[in-house]
């Protein structure tokens, strides 16, 4: 059992929450970072930060399915996006926001950063899930 809270004495956050508390006995799924890489090992949405972000969260429904859990049952998240652009942050969210990964909503943190692993690569998200 998840309980997933608001904290309605701070800002109310744009589609996630606060925290998220999982009570004892429920096994857990830490998820290494999904990217726009597809099964042959392509780069997938090359300079499309949207593409790339769609890419990301097909690749992370699919390893969260390998393992019993899906989008869902994640209660934390983080969203690397490389970008020199503010726009480009909240175009990669908007795209997460319209996935399933929000329907918690769970914890999640956006970030920009400079780069990412794999050359071209603009989207990573990190989570965390619930195996039910």
């Known amino acids: 059992m998840v309980q997933r809270t608001t904290v309605?004495?701070?800002?109310?956050?744009?589609?996630?929450?606060?925290?998220?508390?999982?009570?004892?006995?429920e096994r857990l799924a830490f998820m290494a970072g999904a990217v726009p890489i597809d099964a042959e090992g392509n780069l997938v949405g090359a300079g499309d930060p949207v593409a790339q972000a769609r890419q990301v969260l097909a690749n992370l429904t699919t390893a969260l399915r390998?393992?019993?859990?899906?989008?869902?049952?994640?209660?934390?998240?983080?969203?690397?996006?490389?970008?020199?652009?503010?726009?480009?942050?909240i175009r990669v969210w908007e795209v997460v926001e319209a996935s399933e990964l929000t329907d918690g909503p769970h914890t999640s943190t956006l970030l920009?950063?400079?780069?990412?692993?794999?050359?071209?690569?603009?989207?990573e998200i990190t989570a965390t899930a619930i195996v039910p």
């Open 112 to 123: 920009g950063v400079s780069f990412l692993g794999y050359s071209g690569q603009l989207v």
């Open 8 to 25: 309605p004495n701070l800002l109310s956050p744009p589609g996630y929450a606060h925290a998220a508390v999982v009570e004892a006995g």
């Open 66 to 89: 390998a393992v019993g859990s899906d989008l869902r049952h994640v209660v934390a998240s983080t969203v690397y996006v490389a970008a020199a652009e503010h726009q480009d942050l």
